[in-house]
């Protein structure tokens, strides 16, 4: 093996564990695995391997580099690891960095690497402090009473706190465990305090662990024809929402909750309009400070929540609950997506993520399950839950395919590239040619050309000169 050959080797192997890396990182961004890929492979790319074949999973990358016995498979997996927005925001520089080139594959694996172990921007008291917010503007949002935003505020701090301790084992059973403690404040509360709908103030403290993003996305997967990572993004999405429901119907069933307490009554507003515009500030400022974001992201992520919540409203009066996600969808993916384009602008996942917890594709979803179980209800409750869930997935497809349609043109629909016409001399003509044997008729020549054709003259009967010392045959050794 050459030194050459060698070197090419280390070059492949680092580029491999270099996307490796980008695909976990997106994968921790919750990111879909056919724009995980896509991203892959413009990577690939721009650093001259166009031959790299990519298989990505919502917990797994695997790169094959080379063919036959020359080639190279690396996987990576990955399992309940998830970038807070300061890590997406990193995560994205560098790849637009890489997309280009600019970066050698071993100084992106430092640059990975920094990535995971990046401190928040915030101490606990602030991201504590953060949640309580974002809790307390999503009540807001969901049930419009004082009571009900107090009690989200005290139980997003408690639950914000607990979520800070970094135990793997822990966050196995933590749905349970916050849903359960949900459950035994809310339900005796709502018996002596005027909290409107329990079931939805329930909602708020435990939106951080809804699986919107994942239900959502799962969809999407689905329809863009990734079975194997739609199917399990679907089922983990599934599971989180059995597991909170079975923490509350456990709680109810120990204080001696009526069955009729399950079902929602639906928002009851008890404050004026201003209540939605105070809950998106606090639900915006919440997630920039529990998820410790860039300051120059803020504005960003308030304006995809706005048109959101307000395509929401318009969806709602129009057509139901089923169309409000929808129309929210259609008119916040654009914005997503015009945004991520922009030399200043925010990653994509960065503004989807709140827009999905606005949407409330997962508290539909908990609403429909508690229902179902906890009164009993059937799965009528559940199958309308999980129809808002594929409208929002609709919307947001549809949103991409207009962004595309408008921002690239009906190119990338169809298109088809020319092939390379070769030049073709233009025939002067018999008249012209028959002209040219007069010396008279033939162009002037340049003042240098005598000079060039006695140079290349000179050069060719030095070639034909034999050289002293050297043979005039063979390899070019030396003569004897």
Known sequence: MTDETQADEYDAAALRRFLLGLGEGMNASESS????????????????????????????????????????????TAVNVAFRFDQIAALYRLIAVAERGKIEPVAGIRTLNDIGAMKPRWGWFTRTFGHALLTTGLALLLVPNWWGAVIAFALGAVIGLVKLIPSSTLGLILPIVVAFGSALVVFPLATVLDVGD???????????????????????????????????????????????????????????????????????????????????????????????????????????????????????????ATISGFVGALAMTPVVLWIGG?????????????????????????????????????????????????????????????????????????????????????????VTRLMHVFPWNRPPEHPHDHTRRDEQQSAAEDADRPVPGKSTSGEGEPGT
């Open 33 to 76: 695995v056919d724009r995980t890929s896509e991203t892959l492979q413009r990577v690939a790319t721009a650093y001259g391997a166009r031959e790299l074949e990519f298989f990505v999973l919502p917990t797994a990358v695997m790169v094959q580099t080379g063919e036959g016995d020359a080639g190279r498979v690396g996987l990576r």
């Open 342 to 430: 922009l030399k200043r602008g925010a990653p994509t996942q960065l503004t989807f993520l709140p827009a999905f917890w606005l949407l409330v594709p997962g508290a539909t979803g908990l609403v429909g399950f508690t229902e179902a179980v906890g009164a009993q209800a059937g799965l009528d409750d559940f199958a309308a839950a999980f129809l808002s869930i594929i409208s929002i997935a609709l919307g947001v497809l549809i949103g991409t395919a207009l962004y595309r349609l408008g921002h690239q043109g009906a190119e990338e629909i169809f298109h088809i590239d020319e092939p390379a016409t070769p030049s073709v001399r233009e025939d002067p003509g018999l």
């Open 198 to 320: 329990p079931v939805l103030v329930l909602i708020a403290p435990l939106c951080t662990f809804l699986p919107g993003g994942a239900l959502t996305t799962g969809t999407m997967e689905l329809a863009t024809g990734q079975t194997v990572a739609g199917a399990s993004r679907l089922v983990k999405g599934l599971v989180q929402l059995a597991l909170l429901t079975f923490g509350i119907v456990v709680a109810g069933s120990l204080l001696g909750v009526d069955q009729y307490e399950y079902v929602s009554t639906g928002v009851d507003s008890r404050l004026g309009w201003w209540a939605g515009v105070l809950g998106l500030v606090l639900f915006a400022v919440g997630n920039y400070l529990h998820f410790s974001a860039p300051g120059r992201t803020f504005p960003w992520v308030f304006l995809v929540l706005v048109v959101a919540y307000l395509a929401q409203l318009i969806g709602a009066a129009v057509g139901g």
